[in-house]
């Protein structure tokens, strides 16, 4: 399994990588890799990005790391109830209260296949309200605009195409006329 945690995309085993832990193992504990990842408090895509095998990719099963952890949920699509992947293109939703781990969990889906997936887990964010790139169009600071020498023009049914001036109303400037 490739798992990759974004910004600093984390790989931990590489697909169609040599893999000489697997020398020993039983077929069953080779059929299955397990990796346990930290997430901050936020939300998260965990996406199945790829697999080795297009045939018969491996199922993705993903849990709070110990299980069951209230500060940790899934936002699932309708009609599934479990956060499994079943197939690379899939992805689901994190949602974490408070700092956790997960457990992402490659299976092969069938005896003797591949476990070699990539797995990313993405945050998702807003962005942060007080950055520069945030209070100023285009990451450049702005010198205070002077409003009063904005004008307006609007059309107004009857008269037509009329400007008026900031902070004055049409009314104001009819009864002047």
């Not at 600071?141 to 008269?159: A, E, N, Q």
Request: glycine share 8%; charged share 25%; hydrophobic share 35%.
């Amino acid at each position: 399994m490739s798992l990759a945690r974004h910004p600093r995309r984390e790989h931990f085993v590489e697909p169609g990588s040599p893999r000489p832990e697997r020398e020993g193992k039983s077929a069953m504990e080779r059929a299955r890799q397990q990796q346990t990842v930290a997430i901050n408090r936020g939300l998260f895509l965990v996406r199945y990005a790829a697999a080795e095998d297009t045939e018969r990719p491996p199922i993705v099963r993903v849990s709070p790391d110990p299980a069951p952890n209230k500060d940790i949920g899934f936002l699932l699509h309708p009609e599934h109830s479990e956060p499994v992947l079943w197939q690379p293109e899939t992805c689901l939703v994190v949602r974490a209260l408070a700092p956790g781990k997960l457990a992402v969990e490659v299976v092969a889906a069938q005896a003797g296949g591949s476990t070699a997936a990539t797995v990313r887990i993405e945050p998702l964010t807003q962005g942060d309200p007080t950055s520069p790139l945030a209070q100023s169009k285009g990451g450049r600071r702005s010198s205070p605009v002077d409003v009063k020498s904005f004008r307006i023009l609007g059309h107004v049914t009857g008269l037509g195409d009329q400007f008026v001036n900031a902070n004055e109303c049409k009314e104001e400037k009819r009864e002047r006329e």
